[in-house]
């Protein structure tokens, strides 16, 4: 495996489950990245994880739990999410621990909450 | 007002025109500039990148960056349908903020 992995690629949860997406990036990265894509929107900053510590959380609900447990691997855990969180979900990953780098995406898992 | 604004288009030309996109900003802390392709079910991969203001070239790709307009562009010369993809402009002015733009949607017709 080469660059950033997602997986699974589709997902279709109900409002009540519990699921995880993960990450997986094999650049020997420093930084890690979680991104909401929907359509119409500009792509939305979620968590910033740099040397396994999160540096960033733009607002987001309680309903997403990130966690890294290492540089390589980051999770998304979700929960009770509502309709409206249904979107593209990007994991990325970069040399050092800013948005500002150069940053390397997984192709996203896409998720539909019904 | 949007951090970044950017026509979503879509945008149809054909094989061999010059392209030209677009985004502007209202944030003037912004220094880092960048362009990101995305194909379809794929990720952002980054194309272009340019720190302050001032013009790049890579192959066909040029960014250009005029901070005093708060204006940035990319031109992709003789383009191909291979470039064929919705373009992301996204800035930042480091201290852990990146803002994209929603994204022009390109054709390129043969």
């Known amino acids: 495996e080469t660059g950033v992995t997602q997986t699974p690629r589709h997902l279709v949860m109900g409002m009540t489950n519990k699921k995880s997406l993960k990450c997986e990036q094999h650049?020997?990265?420093?930084?890690m990245y979680w991104y909401k894509q929907s359509a119409k929107k500009p792509l939305e900053l979620m968590f910033v994880?740099?040397?396994?510590?999160?540096?960033e959380n733009n607002s987001v609900p309680s309903r997403f739990s990130p966690e890294c447990p290492n540089s390589s691997h980051l999770f998304l855990h979700l929960h009770t999410l509502q309709p409206e969180d249904s979107a593209l979900y990007l994991c990325?990953?970069?040399?050092?621990?800013?948005?500002?780098?150069?940053?390397?995406f997984g192709p996203g898992t896409r998720l539909t909450v019904t | 007002q949007k951090e970044v604004e950017q026509d979503p288009g879509p945008l149809s030309v054909p094989e061999g025109a010059i392209v030209s996109l677009n985004c502007t900003y209202s944030?003037?802390?912004?220094?880092?500039f960048m362009w990101y392709r995305q194909y379809s079910r794929k990720g952002p991969e980054l194309l272009m990148y340019?720190?302050?203001?001032g013009n790049k070239e890579d192959g066909r790709f040029t960014a250009q960056v005029d901070k005093s307009s708060k204006y940035i562009s990319l031109f992709i010369r003789d383009s191909q349908p291979s470039d064929s993809a919705t373009y992301l402009c996204a800035m930042s002015g480091g201290a852990n903020n990146l803002f994209f733009g929603t994204g022009t949607r390109l054709t390129v017709i043969p």
């Open positions: 650049l020997g990265h420093n930084a």
């Open positions: 340019t720190y302050s203001s």
């Open positions: 994880y740099n040397f396994k510590e999160q540096t």
């Open positions: 990325a990953s970069s040399p050092g621990g800013d948005p500002s780098y150069e940053q390397y």
């Open positions: 944030n003037s802390a912004f220094q880092y």
